[in-house]
Nanobody, 121 residues
Framework: QVQLVESGGGLVQPGGSLRLSCAASRSILSLNEMAWYRQAPGKERELVATIVSDGSTNYADSVKGRFTISRDNAKKTVFLQMNSQNPEDTAVYYC???????????????WGQGTLVTVSS
């Protein structure tokens, strides 16, 4: 089974922090680029941050300086550290891998199930 499984969402107060994790299933042998997206109520899904296998990163302007994407290649896991959160960060956060290699083929655009982050006092 080819899966990405997110965890770490929840309720946080404005100014607080959360750390999201996204773990790839054992069937996934190789990952290059990975990304976090989010979708707020009534809005389109938007790209938050990306990271490639050499550690290079990119961020949406709205989260630069507050969020940090990182990865553990050995554990095939990507993280999103979110600091100084504000209510506009409230959304369902999705992990994405544009291309994954498994023992039974290559798959494109793999998405996690999403994890809800709510920023509210």
């Amino acid at each position: 089974q080819v899966q990405l499984v997110e965890s770490g969402g929840g309720l946080v107060q404005p100014g607080g922090s959360l750390r999201l994790s996204c773990a790839a299933s054992r069937s996934i042998l190789s990952l290059n680029e990975m990304a976090w997206y989010r979708q707020a109520p009534g809005k389109e899904r938007e790209l938050v941050a990306t990271i490639v296998s050499d550690g290079s990163t990119n961020y949406a302007d709205s989260v630069k300086g507050r969020f940090t994407i990182s990865r553990d290649n050995a554990k095939k896991t990507v993280f999103l550290q979110m600091n100084s959160q504000n209510p506009e960060d409230t959304a369902v956060y999705y992990c994405n891998a544009p291309r994954v290699v498994t023992s039974f083929g290559t798959y494109l655009q793999i998405w996690g199930q999403g994890t809800l982050v709510t920023v509210s006092s």
